[in-house]
């Protein structure tokens, strides 16, 4: 156990520290940021790098949750409501189908149309005959649909939006920065310290406090300053989908299981999940077995799913904070749905006597700004600040112009013009003055995903970016259904030019093909498979690149 | 009644159909769409022929013997390439690395790179998927005394094409080149370099250029006191275009006959021997008859194999496929086990039954792609063992 403050060669110095970059991170960020508290968050990958990019992208209403769990429920219609007004340009609102199949418990839908009542989810039931003349893939033996308010959420934008507002408000951020320890000064924390890993220097930040928002390491980072946590990981497995096979999100209504929601996104559909429990967060690669499984149950609700084509299968893991009377009696399969989703504060002083350390784990992704709220709430209420939250009412991004729209859509193909706005928001100013200067650099590089040259350019450029799959997060590059056969190379040279920063012919591109050949490789048939006869004999064929052992990670 | 049903005009489909006609027997190929040459970039690859006979089961354990006398005939039937068996000769990649190649088009031989003091890298503007910064830096890499200059080269015929920022594919330079303006273009940059010349050993790295694709352009060059070297291009590739119309051309001129745009749907089987190809063309369909057939349909590339998530199947006879125990491996560019999924075949390639070995049809002949147990990527014979054995196959027409 450290005591005191070790000397590192690079220091830091804040009210607070916050571990771990994902949507719970981010948003306690710019909601300190916001009361004007100066914190400092520190991410050991990319923002994002966790389970807030490898999940399903849903905004819940809450209905899943309205039997089972109505606490969450109500959060969920809370927070999707707010989200909505905040965070228009991360969100399309889709709306979302609750659909009974032949087979499913018919009690159970009594139960939930009176939990969604309860919660003030509102619900209306659509005809099936209508339902099956706007969902022409759904299942035709239906039994009855119900409509509420989901929406399909881009996890990344909302995270690096949260990042970027919190950084307009003074918040920091460091990213390849891993914590090792919390360190402590008798009874209090009194900062943490780490590695750089980009450098492998050591950092040191010296704070008041410190926040552990990193899910489901949480318990790890924990223990770090002697504290203790009871975190359950439970692995999700998910499967994209070349294209939107829906309109809207589809649940199956039923209690909670295995592969019953349907999510579009963009161009692309993820379905999923299950849930299994692992030992480690890095256990993220999904099996044939749980593929299989899924597209077995997925059967059900789209009829000829095995044959429809699938770009990749990838999985992310739940932190749930497991309380133990929570857990008596679950067991068998499926027992991680069984604990509460829910998030959980706590604070390490009332549990073990360890003063200014307070971690947030659980819950969902649509709740992350509540778990914020009330995560900072308690930072503030110990630092006698008295600024109240405002993350509910203040955007995220100032609203875009109508100018910059025009100027898009003068200067690119409509739908390319569109998708570079929903991504970029503001920061479109710069790409396209770019292009308007130079008309070469508004060529799609990444033409599934219609991303240009010089956002690319502007994406390499950024001091956060320093991998291929950082550029590839912020852009969509290899997102789509090529799974990055052409643009990986057409990104070479922009990773080129900033010099030393990138080892784009060694180690980068292959660990970048490693990666996206991770997500491939438990759907490896149809025309994937054929996209990897192609993919290979461009990179090892024509331009003979060889792996010379490096790994994926 | 044909002599030989080539199903699949791929690179294996037309040596074996080549061959056959050569032989004058008379042969069809029905072939749905052109094959892979097109991406490919011209080079052909043999491997390590004599290493790859000890791997348990490579079709080069079958074809081996015969890879010499394919690559001589390839030769013969293609003169604007170039290879000396047993010697591997060298070329650039788009990325301007160096690669082993076999046998390689006229033009793209890089040999004279080892002597230049001075490279030339020639930049023509706008041109697709070429990025010089790269290249350059590699050639430095590898060529660490000599010195390395960009040439740029502005094209007056692409103005407009730069005006709204499309780039220029490979296979569009390609035809500027042969055409009159381009012509004279290189004319004119040739003597501009040959003035300009500092040492004798200076050489020219062009891409975007590809001498084989048109006589006038290789006389131009042949006067050139200064050796030129292409470069072999991101797909789809001039060179391999021009690759598969010569294969093409030939086979036409030997009197073959082609149908391409159709698939063979099915062949009806009688008592061990396919007799008839169902063809389906313009929702119509047509039969043929033949003596013997050859299944070019190349592999999962080519659609020859086609997988679903619990099944691996040959699309035109269901012939039954090895498939391998594992699937795939963490290394994308290392072995992958699915790579070696095919069609088990005996001496005369006639396909088997993986598990007992009987021949399954006498007058079906199995190549290229379609074969089992071999990753062309990592044996780096891809080329090698679709020539071999379509030529082989040719002789058995
Ligand atoms: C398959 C699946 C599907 C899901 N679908 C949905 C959905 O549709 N809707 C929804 O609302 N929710 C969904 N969820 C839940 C949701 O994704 C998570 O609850 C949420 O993303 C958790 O965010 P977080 O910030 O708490 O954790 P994370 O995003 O995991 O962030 C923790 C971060 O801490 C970092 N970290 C860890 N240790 C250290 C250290 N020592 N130093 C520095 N940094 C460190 C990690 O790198 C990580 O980035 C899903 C979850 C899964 C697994
Ligand atoms: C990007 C790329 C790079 C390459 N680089 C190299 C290289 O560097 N070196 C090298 O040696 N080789 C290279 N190759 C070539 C590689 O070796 C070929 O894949 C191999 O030669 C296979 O040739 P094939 O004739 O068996 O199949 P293909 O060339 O794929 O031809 C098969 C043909 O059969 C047709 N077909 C399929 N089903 C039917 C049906 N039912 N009826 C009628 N027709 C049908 C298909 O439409 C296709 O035209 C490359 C290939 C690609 C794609």
């Known amino acids: 156990m450290g005591q005191g403050l070790e000397k590192g060669s690079v220091r830091y110095s804040v009210q607070v520290v916050i571990i771990g970059g994902g949507a719970t991170g981010v948003g306690i960020l710019r909601d300190l940021s916001l009361r004007g508290i100066s914190a400092l968050l520190i991410e050991q990958g990319d923002l994002a790098h966790g389970t807030s990019s490898r999940f399903h992208g849903l905004l819940h209403s809450g209905a899943r949750y309205a039997v089972k769990d109505p606490i969450s429920a109500a959060e969920c219609i809370q927070e999707n409501a707010i989200l909505k007004r905040i965070a228009p340009n991360c969100l399309v609102s889709t709306g979302g189908w609750f659909v009974q199949m032949p087979g499913d418990e018919t009690d159970y839908v009594e139960a939930w149309l009176q939990g969604c009542q309860e919660a003030n989810i509102p619900v209306r039931e659509i005809p099936v005959q209508e339902a099956l003349e706007q969902e022409p893939l759904l299942a035709k033996d239906v039994l009855r649909v119900f409509e509420v308010p989901d929406a399909a959420v881009d996890g990344f934008k909302l995270v690096w939006d949260n990042a970027k507002s919190a950084r307009r408000h003074g918040g920091r951020y460091l990213t390849y920065h891993r914590v090792n320890e919390v360190l402590r000064d008798g009874e209090r924390v009194a900062g943490v310290q780490g590695e750089n890993l980009l450098t492998g220097e050591p950092f040191t930040v010296e704070s008041l406090m410190v926040v552990n928002a990193t899910g489901a390491w949480a318990d790890r980072v924990a223990a770090t300053a002697g504290a203790s946590l009871d975190v359950v990981c439970d692995k999700g497995v998910l499967l994209a989908f070349n294209r939107r096979l829906f309109q809207r999100v589809i649940n199956r209504l039923r209690s909670p299981g295995d592969g019953d929601i349907f999510v579009p996104h963009e161009t692309i559909t993820i379905f999923g999940t299950t849930s299994e429990r692992v030992d480690t967060p890095l256990d993220h690669q999904p099996t044939d077995r749980e593929v299989q499984r899924l597209l077995d149950v997925g059967e059900t609700l789209l009829p000829g799913i095995a044959g429809k084509r699938l770009i990749r299968a990838f999985a992310g893991v739940r932190p749930l904070h497991r309380e133990d009377r929570e857990l008596t009696g679950a067991s068998g399969e499926g027992e991680g749905r069984e604990v509460s989703r829910t998030f959980a504060l706590i604070d390490h002083e009332v549990e073990e006597g360890i003063k200014g350390f307070l971690s947030v784990v659980g819950g969902k992704f649509t709740t992350y700004r509540l778990m914020a709220e009330k995560a900072s709430d308690w930072v503030a209420g110990k630092l006698g600040e008295t600024a109240p939250c405002r993350t509910a009412e203040e955007p995220l991004l100032p609203a875009l112009s109508e100018r910059l729209r025009r100027k898009a859509l003068a200067l690119l193909p409509c739908a390319a013009a569109e998708k570079m706005l929903e991504r970029l928001g503001q920061e479109a100013v710069a790409v396209l003055e770019t292009i308007r200067e130079d008309p070469g650099k508004g060529q799609l590089l990444c033409e599934c995903e219609m991303v240009t040259v010089a956002e690319v350019e502007k994406a390499v450029a950024d001091p956060d970016a320093h991998h291929l799959a950082d550029v590839r997060r912020k852009t969509r590059l290899g997102m789509g259904t090529c799974q990055g056969a052409f643009c990986t190379y057409r990104a070479l040279p922009l990773m080129w030019r900033e010099g030393e920063k990138y080892d784009p012919l060694g180690r980068e591109l292959i660990r970048f093909l490693n990666q996206r050949w991770k997500g491939i490789r438990p759907i490896l048939w149809g025309e994937q498979l054929r996209e990897t006869e192609f993919t290979r004999a461009i990179y090892a064929g024509l331009l003979d690149l060889q792996d010379k052992g490096t790994t994926t990670e | ?397």
């Open chain 2, 1 to 397: 009644m044909w002599d030989g049903l080539v199903i699949g005009g791929g690179i294996a489909g037309l040596m074996a159909g080549i061959r056959a006609q050569e032989r004058g027997k008379r042969v069809l190929i029905v072939s749905v769409g052109t094959g892979s040459l097109a991406f490919a970039s011209g080079v052909l690859d043999f491997g390590r022929v004599e290493l790859l006979r000890q791997e348990e089961k490579h079709p080069y354990v079958l074809l081996g013997e015969t890879a010499e006398k394919a690559f001589s005939y390839f030769l013969q039937c293609c003169p604007s390439h170039h290879g000396v068996w047993g010697r591997t000769g060298m070329a650039l990649t788009p990325l301007g690395t160096l690669r082993a190649a076999d046998l390689l088009p006229e033009g793209l031989d890089a040999s004279p790179l080892t002597h230049a003091n001075r490279i030339v890298l020639v930049v023509p503007e706008g041109l697709k998927d070429f990025f010089p910064e790269v290249v350059k830096a590699n050639l430095q890499k590898q060529f660490i005394s000599s010195t390395i200059q960009l040439k740029r080269l502005r094209i007056e015929e692409f103005v407009d094409w730069q005006a709204v920022g499309k780039p220029i594919p490979d296979t569009v330079y390609a035809k500027f080149w042969c055409s009159e303006q381009g012509r004279e273009t290189l004319k004119n940059l040739i003597g501009e370099m040959t003035r300009k010349m500092v040492s004798d050993s200076e050489t020219l790295v062009f891409p975007g250029l590809h001498v084989a694709a048109c006589p006038e352009v290789e006389k131009i060059l042949a006067q050139a006191p200064l050796p030129v070297v292409e470069m072999t291009s991101f797909p789809p590739s001039a060179a391999g275009q021009v690759l598969y119309d010569r294969l093409r051309g030939r086979f036409k001129a030997l009197g073959g006959e082609l149908l391409i745009g159709s698939g063979v749907e099915r062949v009806e089987v009688e008592s061990g021997q396919a007799r008839r190809a169902i063809v389906k063309s313009k929702g119509k369909e047509i039969s043929f008859t033949a003596k013997a057939f050859v299944l070019a349909t190349g592999g999962f590339f080519g659609r020859g194999i086609v997988a679903s998530s619990t099944e691996v199947r040959e699309t035109v006879f269901g012939l039954p496929l090895y498939v391998p125990p594992e699937w795939s491996e963490s290394s994308f560019l290392g072995a992958q086990p699915y790579a070696y999924t095919g069609v088990e075949v005996d001496h005369s390639l006639r396909p088997c039954d993986p598990v007992t070995g009987k021949v399954l049809l006498e007058n079906v002949f199995v190549v290229g792609r379609m074969l089992a147990h071999w990753d062309p990527w990592v044996g780096h014979c891809g080329g090698g063992v679709s020539l071999t054995s379509g030529f082989l196959a040719g002789g058995l027409l």
